[in-house]
């Protein structure tokens, strides 16, 4: 085994591997104070299967308590040396891992600059020591031969806040030409509805049409018409998706235009990948795909065949000029990963030996083409399809799916948000009991509102004080988007799963209060505060950095009813203020 190793600051960091047939060069550059990139570069003489290599090294367990991953979920602890590495592809996760204290300061923050290739991310506790063990895995499974490879690796052990340090990188994968984000209409900026949780499979034109009036009165701007629209059958399965003919909405054109008239625009859903064993397209493509998966009832396309490709982008150019679409949202993309077996088959039609470089391929091709005709086009990518390279393509990324569950919502959007830059981050489609109290109901709203809201309920089935509650809260995030999505963002405390955050503009700041927390309000007197109890208590606990003086101090309830109003001075300091549940504060 090959050893080399490279000084990067403070750290050792060796290139574990059998290199065989290539040759290794480490090179170091300092960005600055203990911000460093460290590039790989392999070469060989004829292309040859590329070596699967490690770049690891040691990190001292000081001041160390937790860690955070596009994967992490709930799980906010700090890995073993044993453990199961992080693990991310060009569609699945992101390829970056931060270890943090408790404060919520940097301690040490690692990102690959392959996003296309699969990659390992490790840093587990070392029993013996108290150390970390770290390590980037390149060049994972099996891969299709190259003459040459690099990689850089981005290392940061600066003390600066979390979210800083990982917005940095976000910026660093953007600054990459092949990694361009895509452009994002505002309409993927304001609310949605979605027929998903309302209707699932049982697609109706009429019904959505009405739901879609009921929306647009409510805030809404866009409708996304999900899974059911192509079959009758109601299963949830997929084994009638692949020849998307709107079997179940034969008049697509006509509902379409329905729904434009109604002042919304109209997203369609797809399964990209998916070819099921009772369409048309199956036996097409018989020796086309990746794998079979008899579970779904459906086989995963091998879009290293041209021919596949332009297949599904022809799909997608004829939906959008024949019944004038608004965007797409392309689901399951990150289905598109290579088997033991099919990831060696190569020729025989195929362009690409790599099915990470063709379905990149595709998905560049699909947002190139569809921007040609309608240069608004909107692309909703969902959780864990959310890194750097579906950037390019994708300007909606929502979070996965979390049905009536506002804690997993807002956890989910928020750490797309640490990430995400530009791109628009939306809230899972959100639902809730139509006999919930609005005050419960409202905070599904809450707890998302530091990102693009999706609603899927029946809005004319909901009652009174649900769709007052709604109006009032979609209302304020309209009003105040500008500081809630483009503001100077800290969700606080990420491995206590953000008990408060808070967006600050010049004029603005919003203080959202999930937990029984105090939450650090660093105000400013130029600006008006703001102070969401998104929790079941009827108060919360704020500590002022500045005091506010003699200012105008509005309580109001969920359904945006006045309370309140007086004149009120706060010194700077820990302050408990009586807010109802899921109200609002106004100071200033």
Same mark, same amino acid.
């Given at each position: 085994m090959q050893q080399d190793t490279a000084r990067v600051g403070k750290?050792?960091?060796?290139?574990?591997?059998?290199?065989?047939?290539?040759?290794?060069?480490?090179?170091?550059?300092?960005?600055?104070?203990?911000?460093?990139?460290?590039?790989?570069?392999?070469?060989?003489?004829?292309?040859?299967?590329?070596?699967?290599?490690?770049?690891a090294w040691r990190f001292p367990a000081i001041d160390i308590g937790a860690s955070w991953t596009t994967a992490a979920g709930r799980g906010r602890g700090l890995n073993v040396d044993w453990g199961k590495p992080m693990a991310a592809s060009s569609t699945n996760q992101a390829p970056v891992l931060m270890l943090h204290s408790f404060s919520g300061m940097n301690r040490l923050t690692f990102a690959c600059s392959d996003a296309l290739n699969p990659t390992e991310l490790m840093a587990g506790i070392v029993e013996e020591t108290g150390e970390f063990s770290c390590y980037v895995g390149l060049l994972q499974g099996l891969q299709p031969p190259v003459a040459r490879y690099e990689a850089t690796l981005r290392i940061d052990t600066r003390a600066v806040d979390y979210a800083v340090a990982l917005k940095e990188v976000s910026d660093w994968w953007a600054s990459f030409p092949d990694y361009a984000p895509a452009f994002v209409p505002d309409i993927a900026r304001l609310p949605m509805y979605s027929t998903w949780y309302s209707f699932h499979q049982n697609v109706d034109p009429d019904a959505i049409v009405k739901q879609c009036r009921l929306a647009k009165q409510l805030g809404c701007e866009t409708v996304i018409v999900d899974d059911g629209w192509q079959t009758n059958d109601g299963s949830r399965g997929y084994a009638f998706c692949g020849d998307w003919k709107p079997i179940r909405v034969p008049q697509m054109r006509n509902f379409v235009d329905r729904v434009h008239d109604t002042g919304l625009a109209f997203i369609l859903w797809y399964s990209v990948p998916f070819i099921g064993i009772h369409s048309d397209a199956f036996k097409r493509f018989e020796g086309k795909y990746l794998f079979h998966s008899e579970r779904m009832k459906a086989s995963v396309?091998?879009?290293?065949?041209?021919?596949?490709?332009?297949?599904?982008?022809?799909?997608?150019?004829?939906?959008?000029?024949?019944?004038?679409?608004? !965007?797409?949202?392309?689901?399951?993309?990150?289905?598109?990963?290579?088997?033991?077996?099919?990831?060696?088959?190569?020729?025989? !039609?195929?362009?690409?030996?790599?099915?990470?470089?063709?379905?990149?391929?595709?998905?560049?091709d699909v947002i190139s083409r569809l921007r040609a005709i309608k240069p608004q086009i909107m692309i909703e990518f969902r959780q864990n399809y959310i890194g750097p390279l579906m950037r390019k393509y994708g300007n909606l990324f929502r979070a996965g799916d979390c049905p009536n569950d506002a804690m997993t919502n807002r956890v989910r959007t928020l750490d797309l948000r640490l990430l995400a830059g530009n791109t628009a981050v939306h809230a899972d489609m959100m639902m809730w009991n139509a006999d919930e109290p609005p005050e419960c109901a409202a905070l599904q709203i809450l707890n998302v509102l530091f990102s693009v809201p999706q609603v899927s309920v029946l809005l004319d089935k909901i009652t009174p004080d649900q769709q007052r509650m709604v109006g009032f809260w979609l209302s304020f995030w309209r009003e105040h988007r500008d500081v809630l999505l483009d503001g100077e963002f800290r969700p606080a405390h990420p491995e206590s799963l953000f008990p408060y955050a808070v967006a600050t503009s010049a004029l603005k700041q919003v203080v959202v209060i999930y937990d029984d927390a105090v939450a650090e309000v660093d105000n400013d007197v130029q600006r008006k505060l703001f102070v969401v109890n998104a929790t079941r208590g009827d108060r919360v606990v704020v500590r002022l950095r500045q005091s506010i003086t003699m200012l105008n101090n509005v309580i109001k309830n969920c359904c945006g009813?006045?309370?309140?109003?007086?004149?009120?001075?706060?010194?700077? !300091?820990?302050?408990?203020l009586n807010i109802p549940a899921a109200g609002l504060a106004i100071i200033g």
């Open positions: 750290l050792s960091i060796t290139l574990e591997g059998e290199l065989n047939e290539f040759s290794a060069i480490l090179t170091t550059k300092r960005l600055q104070d203990d911000l460093y990139e460290l590039t790989l570069t392999l070469t060989a003489s004829e292309p040859a299967r590329p070596p699967a290599v490690k770049l396309l091998d879009p290293r065949f041209p021919e596949v490709r332009e297949y599904l982008i022809m799909l997608y150019e004829n939906a959008l000029t024949e019944w004038n679409l608004d !965007g797409f949202k392309l689901d399951f993309v990150d289905s598109f990963q290579p088997t033991p077996q099919s990831v060696q088959l190569t020729g025989e !039609g195929r362009d690409y030996a790599s099915v990470h470089a063709a379905a990149d391929r595709l998905l560049a009813d006045t309370l309140t109003t007086e004149k009120r001075t706060l010194p700077a !300091g820990i302050h408990e």
